[in-house]
């Protein structure tokens, strides 16, 4: 309550003062009242009761300033990364790599001429590899042709099947080099660790995926191989070999992560020739 001149008899002060025998809206200090068998604390509070002065204006708002151009380069230099983004490959594949190099360092003939070779590989080089895959090393390498009949049978689509003698020559051929070689010797008297290993890791901003051929450990040492079956002449292996140093450093990398040790080596396998030459 706070004291005024005028009260109004029928409000809750009123009655209060009433019953009590006091003005209590007139009392200057803090006090106790007695009320029947108990007690009224009152207390006083020094406060201004006056309206409010006039509101203060607000002050004068600044105009937002906006450097638009600024803001629109932001955007185009954006707009520019997005669109290196999606043509960037977010897959990677040490062949792709070594495709790119060969297309920076030849000319456009032979760059035609690696596609066109490479188109007409593909179908022996894959036949190849599941050969292989499924090889027993520690077996008699002239039984081979044996199981050759069988094998192009289930691998070769029917649509291929026009080509199946001279793919079979082919492969026969390839094998027979392969089976006749010191590289063959070598991994015989190897223990075979893996083969076709599947491999995804993180390479320089993007994934780098590919599959290990063999992976095997001959005197202590963790070895890998990868079969090739390229038409190379003898004289040009270090030649050849030297193209596929990113697949050599790539694998060999993914392999070190996963063993948690060094690899002694990683081998092209020529198989037309029999020979086996170490990447770097």
Same mark, same amino acid.
């Given at each position: 309550c706070a004291p005024t001149e005028k009260k109004s008899p029928g409000?809750? &002060?009123? $009655? &209060?003062?009433?019953?009590?025998?006091? #003005?209590? #809206?007139?009392?200057?200090?803090?006090?106790? &009242? #007695?009320?029947?068998?108990?007690?009224?604390? $009152?207390?006083?509070?020094?406060?201004? $009761?006056?309206?409010?002065?006039?509101?203060?204006?607000? #002050?004068?708002?600044?105009?937002?300033?906006i450097d638009w151009l600024s803001y629109a380069q932001l955007w185009q230099r954006r707009a520019r990364e997005c669109e290196a983004a999606l043509k960037t490959d977010v897959f990677l594949t040490p062949t792709l790599l070594k495709r790119r190099e060969a297309e920076l360092s030849e000319s456009l003939s032979e760059r035609k001429k690696l596609l066109m070779s490479s188109e007409q590989s593909l179908l022996i080089g894959d036949l190849a590899h599941r050969f292989l895959e499924n090889w027993d090393f520690s077996g008699d390498p002239a039984e081979f042709q044996a199981g050759l009949e069988p094998f192009l049978s289930r691998w070769i689509a029917p649509d291929r099947q026009a080509h199946r003698e001279r793919l079979e020559r082919e492969l026969e051929e390839i094998l027979a080099s392969f089976f006749a070689s010191d590289a063959y010797r070598e991994l015989s008297a190897a223990q075979i660790l893996g083969r076709e290993m599947p491999l995804l890791i993180p390479w320089n901003g993007a994934i780098m995926e590919g599959v290990i051929d063999l992976m095997y450990e001959k005197d202590g040492r963790v070895f890998l191989a990868d079969y090739k079956t390229d038409r190379v002449e003898r004289k040009d292996l270090a030649q050849a070999a030297s193209r596929y140093h990113h697949q050599a450093e790539i694998y060999s990398e993914a392999a070190r992560r996963v063993l948690k040790k060094d690899i002694a080596g990683f081998k092209l396998i020529f198989l037309r020739l029999g020979e086996a030459v170490e990447a770097r």
């Open positions: 409000s809750y &002060l009123s $009655l &209060l003062e009433e019953t009590l025998g006091e #003005a209590i #809206a007139a009392g200057e200090t803090a006090r106790v &009242l #007695a009320a029947g068998k108990g007690t009224i604390e $009152l207390q006083v509070v020094e406060e201004s $009761l006056s309206p409010p002065g006039k509101a203060q204006r607000a #002050a004068q708002e600044i105009p937002l300033q």
